[in-house]
C-alpha cells in the first residue's frame, strides 16, 4: 500500500504509517489498546475500508461512484431520479436451469418465480429469504402474474394453456385454443382492470428443453424423430402446433379474441400496460420452434389501446440497440411513471445482460447490468419499489426510487 503525504513530497511507505501511528499512540491520540500493542512491538494494521472492486483513494483518483451500484448505470440524467442511493444489486438465489416469469404476491408477501426445464414454480419470502418449490409439476410455466383478485395467472408451455389458480385450490383454464385451434405455448399474461386478460402465443415451449415437441408430423417434429411422450403424463404427445403466433385477449365473459398478429409483432413475448392502460407494450423475441418467416428481431413495440380494447397504431417502441450491442428483451414492465424497463439478453456479450430503462418517448435512460442473461422482470416488495429479475440460473433484486404501475 501507498499513500502521498499531506504534503505532497511523495509517497509515505506502510513503515512509515506504522511510525506515525506509533507517535500519535505515544501522544495519546491513539486508543489504548492500540498503543499496549505498540509497546509490545507488533505490527498493526491500520484499519480501512475496502470496496468492491477497490477504489482508489488518492488525490488524483477519479470521484467515487459507489454511492449507488456500480452497475446501475444512468445514460440520461433522468435516470437518476429513480436510482436508490446505498441500494445495492443482490443475488436473492441460485440452482436454477433457465429462470422465468416472477410476480409478486401483495397479499402473501412472496415472489413466486418459473425454472421453465425444472418443471417446478419456486416462492421466494420476503421475510426470511427462503426459497421453496411451490409447484411441481407445474406444466413447465412460464409467465406469472397476479390478477386484480390476487389470484395467479400461469402460461403453460406443456400443457399450451393460460390458467388461473382460484382462491379454494382450484384451477381453471383461461384459454387453451382460438377458433378451435390450440395454442403453440402461451408466453406472458397480463391483466386488465376491466376483468380482461392478455396474452403472448409464440412458439417456444414446443421444444424438448421448455415443454414438448409436436407430435409426429408436426412443424417442430416433422420427422417424427422426437417422442415427445417421454417423460410426461400419458395423454402428452398428442398435440402439434395449429396457429401462428399472435397476442390474444381474453373477455370477462371468455370470449377470446386474436388482438395482433404475427405480421405486427413477429413472436411477440412479454407484454405490459403502461399506467393508465393507454398502451400495450409488447417485446418481439427471435425466431421458434416451427416458425417459417424470419422471426422477431429483439425489439419493443408499442399499440394504443381504444376505450373498446382494440389495439391500433403499431409502431416500433425501440431497436433496443446500446452502443451497437442489440439488448434483445423478454419480460417489460412500466412503473408508475411510464418508464419502460425491459429485460437484456445481449448473449455472449459481456456487461450488455441485465435491464434497459426507457422512457415513455422510447429513449435509454438507464441500464442495470448482470451477470447473466435476464429473462424476466417485475416489482414487487412492500412498497412495489424492489425491482426482481430472473436471470438464466439466478433471481436478483434491486431497490430503486420508483414503484411498478402495475399489480403482480
Known amino acids: 500500500m ?94 436454477g436451469l433457465w429462470l422465468e416469469g416472477p410476480a409478486w404476491s401483495n397479499v402473501g408477501r412472496f415472489l413466486v418465480f418459473s425454472d421453465i ?34 389470484r395467479q395467472l400461469s402460461c403453460e408451455h406443456l400443457t399450451r394453456r393460460v390458467v388461473r389458480y382460484e382462491h379454494d385450490g382450484t384451477i381453471t383454464v383461461i384459454a387453451d385454443r382460438w377458433d378451435g385451434r390450440r395454442f403453440s405455448s402461451p408466453n406472458d399474461v397480463a391483466p386488465h382492470p376491466d376483468g380482461s386478460y392478455w396474452f403472448t402465443d409464440p412458439p417456444y415451449g414446443a421444444s424438448l428443453y421448455e415443454g414438448q ?8 417434429n416433422p420427422a417424427g424423430l422426437l417422442r415427445p411422450r417421454i417423460g410426461q403424463p400419458p395423454e402428452a404427445g398428442s398435440m402439434r402446433r395449429e396457429l401462428p403466433n399472435a ?32 398502451r400495450l407494450y409488447v417485446s418481439s423475441t427471435g425466431r421458434g420452434p416451427g416458425d417459417e418467416h424470419e422471426g422477431g428481431q429483439g425489439d419493443l413495440h408499442v399499440f394504443d389501446v381504444t376505450e373498446d380494447n382494440r389495439l391500433v397504431n403499431h409502431r416500433l417502441f425501440s431497436d433496443c440497440m446500446v452502443d ?7 419480460g417489460v414492465r412500466c412503473d408508475v411513471h411510464g418508464n419502460v424497463w425491459a429485460s437484456s439478453n445481449a448473449g455472449r456479450v459481456i456487461g450488455y445482460s441485465g435491464v434497459t430503462v426507457w422512457n415513455p418517448e422510447g429513449r435509454l435512460i438507464g441500464r442495470i447490468r448482470l451477470p447473466e442473461v435476464c429473462g424476466n422482470i417485475c416489482f414487487g416488495g412492500a412498497k412495489r419499489n424492489r425491482l426482481f429479475m430472473a436471470a438464466s440460473t439466478s433471481l436478483y433484486a434491486l431497490y430503486v426510487n420508483t414503484q411498478g404501475a402495475a399489480i403482480g
Open 2 to 95: 501507498r499513500k502521498t503525504n499531506n504534503q505532497g513530497s511523495g509517497p509515505v511507505s506502510r513503515r512509515e504509517m506504522i511510525q506515525v501511528v506509533g507517535a500519535a499512540a505515544s501522544a495519546g491520540l491513539m486508543a489504548p489498546a492500540i498503543a499496549r500493542a505498540q509497546q509490545l512491538g507488533q505490527a498493526i494494521e491500520p484499519r480501512t475500508v475496502v470496496s468492491t472492486p477497490p477504489r482508489d483513494f488518492g488525490p488524483d483518483a477519479p470521484p467515487s461512484v459507489y454511492f449507488s451500484d456500480p452497475d446501475v448505470l444512468t445514460i440520461d440524467p433522468a435516470f437518476d431520479a429513480l436510482v436508490q442511493p446505498n441500494a445495492a444489486i443482490q443475488r436473492l438465489w441460485t440452482g
Open 117 to 150: 426445464p425444472a418443471n417446478r414454480q419456486y416462492r421466494w419470502l420476503e421475510d426470511d429469504g427462503h426459497v421453496s418449490v411451490f409447484r411441481y409439476p407445474a406444466n413447465n410455466s412460464n409467465g406469472n402474474t397476479f390478477d386484480f383478485q390476487g
Open 213 to 220: 415437441p409436436d407430435e409426429a408430423g408436426g412443424p417442430t
Open 247 to 278: 397476442i390474444y385477449r381474453v373477455d370477462p365473459d371468455g370470449r377470446v379474441e386474436r388482438v395482433a398478429t404475427e405480421e405486427q409483432v413477429p413472436n411477440p413475448n412479454g407484454l405490459c400496460f403502461s399506467p393508465d392502460y393507454r
Open 324 to 330: 451497437g450491442i442489440k439488448c434483445a428483451p423478454d
